[in-house]
């Protein structure tokens, strides 16, 4: 065989092999519905699970506002060493002096000193 003949050969020679490639299809129209309604779907299953979650974050947003509330109180406790409380009390009017006085009858501190009002004056039967 000559040097010309082997060319020819070899030129001529073609094969075929099978192959699967992903490539665009142009949907039918029972295809292309099915996708717009597949859309649809997402789209509201995402709107609704956003809410959901808008839901979440701002009860938990709350619950970590009402836990932040509780923390303060009890540092400025625990800071001062006191809280405030009801106390029985008892109100003593001077009317010679024009003062009265709330003492605590726990303690019998006095924890208010004030002038007597006018009206209070006026009010005083001795």
Partial sequence: MSKENEAVEKKDRIETKSAIETLPVMLTIEEHLDRSQ????????????????????????????KIEATLG???R???????YRDVK????????????????????????HQELTQQERQGSVI
């Fill in 38 to 65: 597949k859309l649809a779907k997402a789209n509201q299953d995402g709107v609704e699970i956003e809410a959901k979650k808008k839901d979440i974050v701002a009860d938990f947003a709350a619950q970590l506002k």
């Fill in 73 to 75: 109180a009890l540092s």
């Fill in 77 to 83: 406790i625990v800071a001062s060493g006191k809280e």
């Fill in 89 to 112: 009390c008892q109100w003593t009017y001077n009317y010679t002096q024009g003062f009265k006085e709330l003492r605590r009858l726990d303690t019998m501190e006095v924890v208010k």
